[in-house]
C-alpha cells in the first residue's frame, strides 16, 4: 500500500492524554515527515527528519514529540500540551538530496479528543 | 523559510473546460515542485511534478509550467472530467535539508 503505513486509523484521546502515532515505511527513505490536516485546510507540517536521530521542528510543532531511532520508523506524539489536537495526521516519506523525488504518504490516522 | 502560497482556493468548471491553479513561493533555492490530489478522506497522491531545470511538463491532460524568475509555477488540467473534482495541493522542496512545503489546496469541483 505504497510502502508507507500509518497506525491506527481512528484514535481517540481523553483529555490530558498523550498519544502516539506510528508511521513505519519500507521505502528506504531517509527523510519523514508529519503533518496535520484540519477540514478544508492545507497541510501544516509539524516535524520532519532527514536521518536517524535528528529531527526539526515544523511550522506548527507546540504540543508534539517525535522520534527516529530506525530509518523505518518516526512516530508522532501528541502531548496534553496540545490544546487543539483533533485533526488528521499525514505522514509522509521522501527521497532527499540532487535525486529527491515524490513524497508518499500514509493513509493517515484521524484523531479525536473525547 | 519557504513560504508556499495557492490560489484560489475554489474552483468551479463546467465539465470539458479546463482549470488552473497557480502558486507562488518565496525560497529561490527551492528545486522541486510537485502537484497532489487528495480526494475526500484519502492520502494525497502525486499528479506531476517538475523540477527547476524544466520550464515545463506535461502528462495527458495534466501540464504544469514553471517561472522560476518569478517563483511561481502552475498547474492546468484540459478537458476536465467529474473524477477531477478533488482537492490540489502544490508544494515546494529542495531548499533547506529537503522540507516540503505545501500550499493551501484548491478544491475543484467539475460539474457535469
Known amino acids: 500500500d505504497g510502502g508507507i503505513t500509518q497506525s491506527p486509523k481512528y484514535l481517540f484521546r481523553k483529555e490530558g492524554q498523550n498519544v502516539t502515532l506510528s508511521c513505519e515505511q519500507n521505502?528506504?527513505?531517509?527523510?519523514m515527515y508529519w503533518y496535520r490536516q484540519d477540514p478544508g485546510q492545507g497541510l501544516r507540517l509539524i516535524y520532519y527528519?532527514?536521518?536517524?536521530?535528528?529531527?526539526q521542528k515544523g511550522d506548527i510543532a507546540e504540543g508534539y514529540s517525535v522520534s527516529r531511532e530506525k530509518k523505518e520508523s518516526f512516530p508522532l506524539t501528541v502531548t496534553s500540551a496540545q490544546k487543539n489536537p483533533t485533526a488528521f495526521y499525514l505522514c509522509?516519506?521522501?527521497?532527499?538530496?540532487?535525486?529527491?523525488?515524490?513524497?508518499?504518504f500514509g493513509q493517515g490516522t484521524r484523531l479525536t479528543v473525547v | 523559510g519557504e513560504n508556499v502560497e495557492q490560489h484560489p482556493s475554489t474552483l468551479s468548471v463546467q465539465e470539458g473546460d479546463s482549470a488552473v491553479i497557480k502558486c507562488t513561493y518565496s525560497?529561490?533555492?527551492?528545486?522541486?515542485f510537485p502537484w497532489y490530489k487528495q480526494e475526500l478522506g484519502k492520502r494525497p497522491q502525486l499528479i506531476i511534478d517538475?523540477?527547476?531545470?524544466?520550464g515545463e511538463k506535461k502528462d495527458q491532460r495534466i501540464a504544469v509550467t514553471l517561472n522560476k524568475t518569478a517563483k511561481h509555477f502552475s498547474l492546468h488540467i484540459t478537458e476536465t472530467q467529474p473524477e477531477d473534482s478533488a482537492v490540489y495541493f502544490c508544494?515546494?522542496?529542495?531548499?533547506?535539508?529537503?522540507?516540503?512545503?505545501f500550499g493551501g489546496g484548491t478544491r475543484v469541483l467539475v460539474k457535469p
Open positions: 525560497d529561490s533555492a527551492s528545486n522541486y
Open positions: 508544494a515546494a522542496s529542495g531548499a533547506a535539508g529537503n522540507k516540503l512545503t
Open positions: 517538475i523540477r527547476s531545470n524544466v
Open positions: 521505502l528506504n527513505h531517509d527523510a
Open positions: 527528519s532527514q536521518i536517524v536521530n535528528d529531527f
Open positions: 509522509a516519506s521522501m527521497r532527499q538530496g540532487a535525486k529527491v523525488s515524490e513524497a508518499f
